[in-house]
């Protein structure tokens, strides 16, 4: 996961990004890899497809 990328996306997107933000991989997500993304207020879950083998 390219967290700059993700921070830059959510900042063009009007989601307020406050402090310091952060990223790590969760289990549960089957097809997708699951991540939860934080920054000192919020945290969202963001699903991408898994890489091409």
Partial sequence: M???ALRSFLIANDVEVIGEFKVEQISGGRSNLTFLASDDRS???VRRP???V
């Fill in 43 to 45: 945290q969202w879950v």
């Fill in 50 to 52: 898994r890489p091409p």
């Fill in 2 to 4: 390219d967290v700059a």
